[in-house]
Every structure is written in structure tokens, then in C-alpha cells.
Nanobody, 124 residues
Framework: QVQLVESGGGLVQAGGSLRLACAAS????????MGWYRQAPGKERELVAS???????NYADSVKGRFTISIDNAKNTVYLQMNSLKAEDTAVYYC??????????????????WGQGTQVTVSS
């Protein structure tokens, strides 16, 4: 079993900053990648940013230059620093991770897990 625990959401004024954190725990041999998705009311869930264990990052165009994703492999934790927040960033933010949870006779057992989500509200 692998669990993700998110923290850091909240209410902030437009132009402000927030930092999200997501810690993975449980049966983890290694992490392939972690990332953040968000879902606003009435919209589909979308990728915000992702990062591999060796630091390769990917960002949605809408957050480039404002958000920074980072990973602490020793703590199995991913962070999302969000600056210059806008009202349209308001959403529930979900952490996602793809991890190798164990090895079987067939090779690595890879699982994908989601966090429960944390609300980010940006007031204009």
C-alpha cells in the first residue's frame, strides 16, 4: 500500500503565494515521478506540473513562470511553489505518484496513486 498526504492548501489573495506539499509513504522501493493536477468546478482534471525522480519537469502552459515543482527523494515528497496566483488557479489540487512498490518474479510492480486533494482558493 502506498499513501499520499497533501498539505498547504488554503485561501490567498490574487498575487499571493502558496506552497503545496505531498508526502508518499508505505511500500515504496523507488519513485518514477510525482505531480500535481487540479480540478476546478465544472472542469476536467488537468495536469499542473510533474517531476521525475531525476528532476525532469513538465508544466502546464498556464502556470509556466509562476509555479515551481520540486522533489525531495530522501523524504519521498514533492512540492509545488505557487507564486503570482490568479483567481483562475482556484481548484482542488491533487497529488499523483507513480512508484515501484515492490519486486515480483516478473519484475518491478508499479502502482499509481492519488492523494485526496487540497483546496486552493484565490480571491480577486
Amino acid at each position: 500500500q502506498v499513501q499520499l498526504v497533501e498539505s498547504g492548501g488554503g485561501l490567498v489573495q490574487a498575487g499571493g503565494s502558496l506552497r503545496l506539499a505531498c508526502a508518499a509513504s508505505g511500500s515504496i522501493v523507488s519513485i518514477n515521478h510525482m505531480g500535481w493536477y487540479r480540478q476546478a468546478p465544472g472542469k476536467e482534471r488537468e495536469l499542473v506540473a510533474s517531476i521525475t525522480s531525476i528532476g525532469i519537469t513538465n508544466y502546464a502552459d498556464s502556470v509556466k513562470g509562476r509555479f515551481t515543482i520540486s522533489i525531495d527523494n530522501a523524504k519521498n515528497t514533492v512540492y509545488l511553489q505557487m507564486n503570482s496566483l490568479k483567481a483562475e488557479d482556484t481548484a482542488v489540487y491533487y497529488c499523483n505518484a507513480e512508484v515501484v512498490s515492490r519486486y515480483s518474479y516478473r519484475g518491478p510492480v508499479v502502482v499509481a496513486v492519488w492523494g485526496q486533494g487540497t483546496q486552493v482558493t484565490v480571491s480577486s
